[in-house]
């Protein structure tokens, strides 16, 4: 199976900061890796696929790179309804794995 | 706008079973692959079956293998997710899911709201 790890585990920003989290798969994925949200009592949402593609309807302060083993989500200019918990899980082959998440404090 | 709702969840004795169900709407439903998707209390998403539109191939986390079985009925919209043998590492939150694909899921687009099951004596 392809390990997901993420890192921070917890990150604590302020209201227009930038804030870069990491997630490293145990071995190629290509850019088969989606980001998603999660609010507490909330289902997940989709934010990014395929490494860099903006969900519809995501605001452009999010972003995504990377391919192979190594990939980064960028949320710039912080809003307060950005705190949540933030997820990668590869979709390149079964079993997918997802990444042991990042909360994410607004200060 | 899609819509995916969740059932079947409760409480169950470790070794016994429970069918979750999750309904669709505002989607043609055989057109994409679904997945169920579990959180245990206070931890992260674990992903753990998968199903093609058709409802053919078939894909489990080995957490899971031999004991769940992941199914559909195309005509009623419905993803289906029969547990067996159920585990107190079981207890969650389960979510069904909708991919973008057909074949395999890839992301998931859309989700449920979740139904809590529970394994305790």
């Known amino acids: 199976d392809i390990q997901m790890t993420q890192s921070p585990s917890s990150v604590s920003a302020s209201v227009g900061d930038r804030v870069t989290i990491t997630c490293r798969a145990s071995k190629g994925i290509s850019s088969w890796l989606a980001w998603y949200q999660q609010k507490p009592g909330k289902a997940p949402e989709l934010l990014i696929f395929?490494?860099?593609t903006l969900q519809s309807g995501v605001p452009s302060r999010f972003s995504g790179s990377g391919s192979g083993t190594d990939f980064t989500l960028t949320i710039s200019n912080l809003q307060p309804e950005d705190s949540a918990t933030y997820y990668c899980q590869q979709t390149h082959s079964f079993p997918y794995t997802f990444g042991q998440g990042t909360k994410l404090q607004i200060k | 706008e899609v819509q995916l709702v969740e059932s079947g969840g409760g409480l169950v004795q470790p070794g016994g079973s429970l069918r979750l169900s999750c309904a669709g709407s505002g989607l043609i439903f055989s057109q994409y692959a679904m997945s169920w998707v579990r959180q245990a209390p206070g931890k992260g998403l674990e992903w753990v079956a998968a199903?093609?539109?058709?409802?053919?191939?078939?894909y489990y986390a080995d957490s899971v293998k031999g004991r769940f079985t992941i199914s559909r009925d195309n005509s009623k919209n419905t993803l289906f997710l029969q547990m067996n043998n159920l585990r107190a590492e079981d207890t969650g939150l389960y979510y069904c899911?909708?991919?973008?694909?057909?074949?395999?899921?890839?992301?998931?687009?859309?989700w449920g709201q979740g139904t809590r099951v529970t394994v305790s004596s």
């Open positions: 899911a909708k991919g973008q694909g057909i074949i395999v899921p890839t992301a998931s687009v859309d």
């Open positions: 395929v490494a860099s």
């Open positions: 199903l093609s539109g058709s409802g053919e191939i078939t």
